[in-house]
């Protein structure tokens, strides 16, 4: 099933905004000038105007619609519109002009001026323009992104009484039938609310790096084209996951949205606004490539090389070798992490990654059809090592 900008081509579409490393995202047009930066639109280091007061509630309302109303009103002053232009050059008058590429939702991390989003929102732009939800717009610095996840974090130089910060949630403890409200800014119309509940844990979607995206959160909370990147809230308005897709015959919400769950997020922001990228956890050892595993009809994952001094090399990892003939030879496969069966490269991955740098892990290898059980320490290690 091939996933391809806001769909399934074939029998479903997914609304990714993005197809998920195969095609860049379908860029809807705002009906909006001020959404996409005209005179109207409040510019950079420009006050906004105070915003009117919340209109008085309706009365014979449920203590339910209170509850929505007064979480979507708090958790609106945390949700921005972001835009991204590719910028080109006129080949006779040597100008250079920006062409919109795409849109999206995000929300604010914290008052140093941190914003969060999905990875695909902004990843075919040069230049990313927000909107803050007063209307003040200002230019963003792409701090670092976490492709793995579809996650981005943004910079803006706003004053600190224009950013409020979503309170966050924990999404190890959710419950299928748990009441969620889904916020964001499509196509720069004004805040947007829809409500459901959680349909299904555990789901797996496969990322802008073609890393699959484990424990997604799947809702019925309608999620429309350019509400990915915005957030997903409990009843309480705290933060439980970053609105990613939707399942759609038509690219508009068909009540089958995903997003990523916030557990993961929590751990990743503050290593990408560190470092600009996570942290990988690692061996000190590159994998061969399921492709190759299918091909030889291997079970675990081969061990390909080892870098000399690494964990891998001290606990006696062996990689590839090669006969006189040059024939390749298979040597050791990691068949478990944990006690936990593993079968490609991201099992490997997702298994390093949830321990986390610091941690030992238990490898169970196989060799000749000899089993050992190694204890090994993860470090960081560069994109590209196990």
């Not at 993005?18 to 420009?46: D, M, N």
């Not at 915003?51 to 014979?60: D, N, S, V």
């Not at 790096?209 to 019925?220: K, P």
């Not at 993860?378 to 994109?383: F, K, N, R």
Request: aromatic letters at 4%; one cysteine or more.
């Amino acid at each position: 099933m091939r996933l391809r900008g806001c769909g399934i081509t074939a029998l479903l579409l997914v609304s990714f905004g993005f197809a998920l490393g195969q095609v860049a995202p379908r860029v809807l047009p705002s009906p909006f000038p001020g959404a996409q930066g005209s005179a109207t639109a409040h510019r950079e280091g420009q006050v906004a105007a105070p915003q009117p007061a919340a209109k008085p509630l309706p009365t014979g309302l449920s203590e339910d619609e209170i509850r929505d109303i007064e979480v979507f009103r708090r958790a609106s002053a945390s949700v921005c519109y972001i835009t991204t232009v590719a910028l080109r050059r006129d080949f006779f008058t040597m100008d250079v002009f920006e062409i919109p590429q795409g849109s999206g939702s995000g929300f604010v991390w914290d008052t140093d001026g941190h914003l969060v989003t999905n990875y695909h929102v902004i990843s075919e732009g040069q230049k990313v323009r927000v909107t803050l939800s007063d209307q003040s717009e200002w230019d963003a610095e792409v701090v670092g992104t976490a492709p793995d996840k579809d996650l981005a974090v943004l910079k803006v130089n706003a004053p600190r009484q224009h950013l409020v910060p979503l309170p966050l949630g924990v999404s190890a403890n959710l419950a299928v039938g748990q009441r969620v409200l889904a916020i964001g800014n499509p196509f720069g119309l004004d805040h947007t609310l829809t409500i459901g509940v959680v349909s299904a844990l555990g789901r797996e979607l496969r990322s802008p790096s073609d890393r699959i995206i484990r424990d997604v959160i799947q809702t019925d909370a309608a999620i429309n084209p350019g509400n990915s990147g915005g957030p997903l809230l409990d009843s309480s308005g705290r933060l439980i996951g970053v609105n990613t897709a939707i399942y759609s015959p038509s690219g508009a919400s068909a009540g089958i949205g995903f997003a990523v769950p916030v557990d993961p997020v929590k751990k990743l922001v503050p290593q990408v606004i560190a470092h600009g990228e996570p942290i990988q956890p690692g061996i000190g050892a590159e994998l061969l490539a399921d492709t190759w595993t299918a091909r030889f009809g291997l079970d675990g994952v081969p061990v390909r090389a080892v870098s000399p001094g690494s964990p891998a090399a001290r606990a006696g990892l062996r990689g590839l070798s090669f006969t006189a003939t040059g024939r390749v030879v298979i040597r050791d496969r990691i068949v478990a992490v944990n006690g936990v069966p593993v079968n490609s490269v991201d099992d490997v991955l997702h298994s390093f990654e949830t321990a986390g740098v610091g941690a030992t892990v238990t490898l169970t290898v196989v060799s000749d059809d000899r089993r050992r059980t190694l204890s090994v320490p993860l470090v960081a290690v560069e994109s590209g090592q196990e």
